[in-house]
């Protein structure tokens, strides 16, 4: 079975751009998360999503969003980048929300703002 | 608000010595709580997870962690580690709350590095 995917795996931007990354889950799961890695901050949820509907959402500003197709394929966008987004970014799919259901992460992509 | 502290920030250890990372989570209700690892350039995964039962988990390649509720820490062991334990561990919780989603709040990792 394989893994999720996330694409593209690097990008650079400039400060003011918007980019948008891709999460393709694990066949049959449902549930996809995102979340932001920095050296700093360490790892920080961003929002979660299930039947195309966001169930929840950190904190953070209304700059990043995200969506959920019919496929459970998943997006998220940041608009108006700023440096401190230079992040890892990482989705996590699962079979369903259930709290105590594994969430199984893929490589992640690698943002620099410039 | 969950918050999960991680004491050790990087552990050196030589093979076979005997690990011990802590962690210990802040929240009232009850909890799933998880330890993952990320080796060199991989993905994360999941090492064990606790949600019931047992408060002794076993994971995947001899790892185990215990679950003290009166100490709300969770602190993960291996009796004898391998130069390929070498990696990045963090601990991880989240809320079973009817009606929550099932978010995780990560500490802030323990880089773990065995020595031959």
């Known amino acids: 079975k394989a893994g999720v995917t996330q694409t593209p795996r690097y990008l650079i931007k400039t400060r003011g751009q918007q980019v948008t990354l891709s999460c393709s889950p694990i066949s049959g799961h449902r549930s996809v998360s995102w979340y932001q890695q920095t050296p700093g901050q360490g790892l920080q949820f961003l929002f979660e999503?299930?039947?195309?509907?966001?169930?929840n959402k950190g904190n953070f500003p209304g700059r990043f969003s995200g969506r959920q197709f019919s496929n459970s394929r998943s997006e998220m966008n940041v608009s108006t980048l700023e440096l401190g987004d230079s992040a890892l970014y990482l989705c996590?799919?699962?079979?369903?929300?259930?709290?105590?259901?594994?969430?199984?992460f893929g490589p992640g992509t690698r943002l620099t703002v410039l | 608000a969950q918050s999960v502290s991680q004491h050790n920030h990087h552990v050196i250890l030589s093979e076979a010595a005997s690990l011990e990372l802590g962690c210990n989570y802040s929240?009232?209700?009850?909890?799933?709580l998880f330890w993952y690892v990320q080796y060199p350039g991989q993905h994360l995964q999941l090492l064990l997870k606790y949600f019931s039962g047992d408060p002794l988990v076993k994971g995947i390649k001899g790892f185990e962690a215990e679950f003290i509720k009166s100490k709300f820490s969770f602190n993960l062991r291996k009796p004898s580690v391998q130069w390929s334990d070498t990696a990045e561990y963090f601990c991880a919780v989240n809320s079973r709350e009817t009606g929550t989603a099932s978010k995780l709040t990560f500490g802030t990792g323990t880089r773990l590095q065995v020595t031959l």
């Open positions: 929240y009232g209700g009850t909890v799933n």
């Open positions: 996590a799919s699962s079979s369903s929300p259930l709290s105590y259901n594994e969430q199984f």
């Open positions: 999503y299930f039947s195309e509907t966001q169930r």
